[in-house]
């Protein structure tokens, strides 16, 4: 049975399917283990040390890098001027606010202007990122972001925050739970459903493989920077 036909199998037998939970359900166990990653408690309930979340944030900027590119190639691959206005903006808030608490971080935690060791997760990320940016069509690069904006969507709305917090720890957050990112997130599930919607069999199930590679990608990152704390 094709992907297509799987998801269309898993739709009849459900009142208001949507593609979008039949890839995260697809994409378990990777999908909950990321959300519900001990690297995100820590956290939220103070218990990461500063060294220790500049050191996240250095191995997360070597995702930020491809990632925006990503962004980019979404931008020039979408229909028309409503999909590249939201992308855009985006875009804009990535690049500014969001680049600019990777700064701070860097800054307040004294870490080092050099090339930093990308753990071999984090470069397989960026592979991941690389190739589906150069040769993903406009589907499957939705499906990596909705990935990577839907898991940290939910972490954030899930975490709970100590009072105190380190307020670099909170904007971090903050950047992940607002009503704005919210919002997002759920525009980019309602576009990546609409496009599947037209696919045929083949480019599907290259967006659905694209879908749980990234997922398994997002796991894979979180596991390897939390194995270096513990
Ligand atoms: C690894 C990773 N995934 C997703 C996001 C959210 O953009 C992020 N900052 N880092």
């Not at 220790?52 to 590119?69: H, I, L």
């Not at 925050?161 to 704005?180: C, T, Y």
């Not at 069999?201 to 967006?207: G, L, N, S, Y």
């Not at 590679?213 to 894979?220: C, F, L, Y």
């Amino acid at each position: 049975m094709s992907m297509l036909e799987q998801y269309r199998d898993w739709a009849a037998s459900r009142s208001a399917p949507r593609i979008s939970d039949w890839l995260r359900e697809i994409s378990e166990p990777d999908w909950s283990a990321t959300v519900n990653h001990p690297l995100f408690d820590a956290l939220g309930e103070g218990r990461l040390a500063g060294d220790d979340f500049a050191a996240y944030m250095v191995q997360d900027y070597g995702f930020v890098d491809p990632f925006t590119a990503l962004i980019g190639h979404a931008i020039g691959h979408a229909p028309g001027m409503d999909d590249r206005v939201v992308l855009g903006q985006f875009m804009g808030m990535l690049t500014s606010d969001e680049n600019s608490t990777f700064q701070r971080t860097f800054e307040t935690f004294g870490v080092a202007d050099q090339a930093p060791d990308y753990l071999p997760e984090t470069q397989a990320f960026q592979r991941l990122l690389r190739d589906t940016g150069q040769s993903g069509g406009y589907a499957e690069l939705l499906a990596a972001l909705v990935v990577t904006e839907w898991v940290y969507l939910e972490w954030a709305l899930r975490v709970s925050r100590v009072d105190g917090l380190h307020p670099l720890m909170g904007e971090w957050i903050d950047l992940h739970d607002n009503p704005a990112f919210q919002e997002f997130v759920a525009w980019l599930r309602r576009r990546l459903e609409e496009e599947a919607e037209t696919l045929d069999d083949a480019t599907f199930t290259r967006m659905a493989e694209c879908f749980r590679d990234t997922v398994a990608k997002e796991r894979a990152f979180h596991d390897a920077v939390w194995a270096r704390f513990e």
